[in-house]
Structure formats: structure tokens, C-alpha cells
């Protein structure tokens, strides 16, 4: 046990122990899938102590792009951001050992290339795992610091229940396709603008979050061991739900103090919407895995912790459930944008 984390060892290993697990936590503890799958006990042990060890590496950047920023956010449709999540829903789910997650990763990936099409210093390619579903990465090489690589990302796989997720209906409408529509959308304004950033912008759709971060896990943990410079990471992860007196959160666990206060700042300066800060309790979304190598993550949520969407991880996360519309999403399109722009000149 570490600070309000625990290592459990499991002797006779299979998919369906974990689920039995991943039961368990969620039921007792309110937590989504409320842990990280490692392959060895060093591995495990490994992040226990770099979760205790982190240090603050990140340097806010001087605000001076607003007027680039605002007239992008002009740009922003709320038609394209519920296109892009009724087609994601349309899959009957995004399991990553699903056909039907591979398929729409695969449909992802075609999207986010016609997007950039007419582009030859954006690619856009697959990061395989160990598993069938892959993520995704789309690279927009940098002009001058190409070397610094600023990221923006959110898992692409959903799931309902806790047994046949091969099979059970899993449109993930808020869990994530909102998340992965908001990265599409602030992929379509950026190309719109013929954004060319001086640094290196990568946008992430990762495989297999909901089973232990495993896709962002084994990113992190490549881009760490080739030793790339990363100066910023921000996870989206649910951007649809709107409830209580906030429309957007910063999760404070897990994530870089520093870097927080930038992206409230913002919020602040070019979304102008309440916000507070809140804790997750626990690793429950990508930036865990870039948290623990040390690389500085933020993770804007769609509401306070306690108040997020009861119907992820079932048949009934629909569009339904976000009021019918894809209007919150768009709150986050423009802390993007703001983000992306201002992190990478």
C-alpha cells in the first residue's frame, strides 16, 4: 500500500478475475474501472513509488494569442461535434477486444485523415498493443521546436456490465465519444485555420482505458523510454454531461499543480464558463498514465467528480442523457483550442 493506493497481486490471472475486481470497486466504491493493469510486480512497484516521487516540471507559457484563439472558437459547430459522437455511438460498442472497437478505431482513423488531407506535415497512425484495438496518434510536426511535443488526448473504447463486453451494447455517447468529439472538432478548426504550431502537437484516441489504462499506459511509458520532451499533456474524458453549479472541473489528483492553474487561467480568458477543482480519489483516466512518468497532465472534467453521468458504463449512455444535444462538448472545444494554440508557439 502507497498513499490511498494499493497493489493487489493476482495468482491465477485472467480477463475475467479483473472484471470480478473492476465489480467489486465500482460497486463498493463508486470508482469507474478504479485501477491500473500492470503486466509485472516491478512494474507495479515502479509506479507506486513514481506516483509518491513526482515533481512539477511544468512552465506555463505567457498568454498572447487571443485574438488567433477567438476567432477559431467562432469556428467551433455543435453539428459537427454530434456527428462525430451519433457515429462513434453507432458501433455497437468500442470494446478493445471487440471487432467492433477495432472497426472504430479504424473509422477514427480515416476521419481525422480526410480531416488533415491537405496537409504533409500532419500524420495521422496507429499504436498497437498487445490487444486487438489499437489508439491512435495524429502528429503535427512542429515548425521550429519540433523536438517539444504537446499532447491532447482521450480513450476511444467504451463498455457496459461487466460480463460479455464483447457483446453487450455500449454506445459510450458521454464515455467517450464526447471526449473524442471534442478532439475531432478542435482537429477540424485548427485545419480550417491552417494551424502550424511551432512545436510538435500530437492528439491521442486511446485503446483500452477502461480495462487499466492500458493504452495510454503503454504510450506513456514508449515516450518516456525513447526520452521525448513532453511539456504538456490535457486528458478529455467525458465532456458532455451538465449538472450542478459548474460547467467544467479540474481534477486535482494525478495531475500537475502548475499546469492546473494555466488551464484555469483558460478557462478564465477564453471559455468564461464556472469551474472549480475536484478530486477523482483515484488513477481514473489517461493522464495517470503520463502522471506517474512524470510528464505534467491535466484533465478538465465535464462537471464536479461527484455529479458526473450515472448512465456510463450502460445501454443508456445516449445522447439522450447529455439533454439531446452536443452543447457542452463545445465548452471544452475551446479550453482546446486555447491549450493547443498557446501551449505550442
Known sequence: KGDKVSILELEDFSEETVLKISEYVHQNFHRCSGYMLHETEEEALDTLNSLAQYRDVFIAPELSNGDYIRDAIELISEQEIEGTINALSSFNNRYYRAQ???????????????????????????????????????????????????????????????????????????????????????????M??????????????????????????DIANDFKKKGIKVVGVMQLDMTGFKTGKWDLSLISD??????????????????????????????????????????????????????????????????????????????FVKLALSYLVEMSK
Not at 463486453?165 to 455517447?173: C, E, I, K, S
Not at 478564465?268 to 475536484?278: A, E, L
Not at 512518468?293 to 445522447?319: Q, R, V
Request: overall charge negative.
Open 100 to 190: 467492433t472497437g477495432v472497426d472504430s478505431q479504424a473509422f477514427l482513423k480515416n476521419l481525422w485523415t480526410n480531416l488533415a488531407a491537405h496537409r504533409s506535415d500532419v500524420s495521422v497512425e496507429y499504436f498497437n498493443h498487445s490487444f486487438p484495438q489499437p489508439s491512435i496518434i495524429l502528429t503535427i510536426e512542429g515548425t521550429t521546436n519540433p523536438e517539444e511535443v504537446v499532447i491532447l488526448g482521450g480513450h476511444a473504447d467504451s463498455i457496459a456490465g461487466y460480463f460479455n463486453r464483447q457483446g453487450a451494447r455500449a454506445p459510450g455517447v458521454d464515455d467517450n465519444a464526447s471526449g473524442i468529439a471534442t478532439i475531432t472538432e478542435t482537429l477540424r478548426v485548427l
Open 192 to 217: 480550417k485555420k491552417e494551424f502550424r504550431p511551432a512545436k510538435t502537437i500530437k492528439l491521442m484516441a486511446y485503446a483500452g482505458e477502461e480495462v487499466g489504462l492500458l493504452g495510454s499506459k
Open 254 to 331: 494525478y495531475t500537475s499543480k502548475e499546469m492546473n492553474t494555466f488551464l484555469a487561467t483558460l478557462v478564465d480568458t477564453y471559455v468564461n464558463v464556472q469551474w472549480g477543482y475536484s478530486k477523482c480519489g483515484y488513477a481514473c483516466s489517461d493522464h495517470a498514465s503520463w502522471h506517474k512518468n512524470s510528464f505534467p497532465a491535466g484533465f478538465p472534467f465535464e462537471a464536479h467528480s461527484d455529479e458526473h453521468n450515472k448512465a456510463i458504463h450502460t445501454k443508456n449512455d445516449t445522447l439522450e442523457t447529455l439533454g439531446g444535444r452536443a452543447n457542452h462538448p463545445m465548452h
